[in-house]
């Protein structure tokens, strides 16, 4: 993942709610697949695991976030085992044949939680962050993007 990519992600995730982290958590897992088939595909097997833990690494978040009080939980488990066993035969097996399957379910699962994250009020999960307002200022030999929250002075935590 480029460091322009995790940036934005760390934007986005600082100002989601509950919902929209689940959908960041899709993307973000989506994302490293696409990225393993594409290290496969260069020949660079060492960025080709990595991409798959990363993975595996939000597929489990979303496994563990679950909540077993409804019903949906255990479907949304079943196809959750489903696609990180398909993670899994690609990382044995050292070949993404598995990995258009697992892609299209949590295609269709992040779509799903698009529609959830539309409908949700609640606001943002993280307190106390930076409110984000984009603008750009003109740096050298660039635009260089700015954000800044004229009521905060300090970041993060409150004394």
């Known amino acids: 993942m480029t460091k322009e990519l995790v940036q934005a992600y760390t934007a986005r995730i600082s100002q989601a ?3 929209e982290l689940v959908v960041i958590m899709y993307e973000i897992a989506i994302n490293n697949l696409q990225s393993a088939k594409n290290a496969y595909w260069d020949g660079d097997m060492a960025v080709y ?10 597929l489990n978040e979303l496994m563990a976030s679950l909540n077993y009080s409804y019903k949906v939980s255990y479907e949304l488990m079943s196809l959750y085992i489903y696609v990180n066993k398909a993670i899994i035969t690609a990382l044995f097996k050292k070949v993404p044949d598995t ?18 994250s539309r409908m949700d009020t609640s606001g943002p999960v993280m307190q106390n962050t930076q409110q984000l307002y984009a603008g750009l200022t003109y740096g050298k030999s660039s635009l260089n993007e700015v954000s800044i929250d004229p ?8 004394v």
């Open 17 to 19: 709610s509950r919902s």
């Open 49 to 58: 695991i990595k991409e798959l833990n990363q993975a595996r690494k939000f």
């Open 99 to 116: 990995l258009d399957s697992a892609i299209s379910i949590l295609n269709k699962l992040m779509s799903g939680f698009i529609e959830v």
């Open 151 to 158: 009521r905060e002075q300090n970041r993060g935590y409150k």
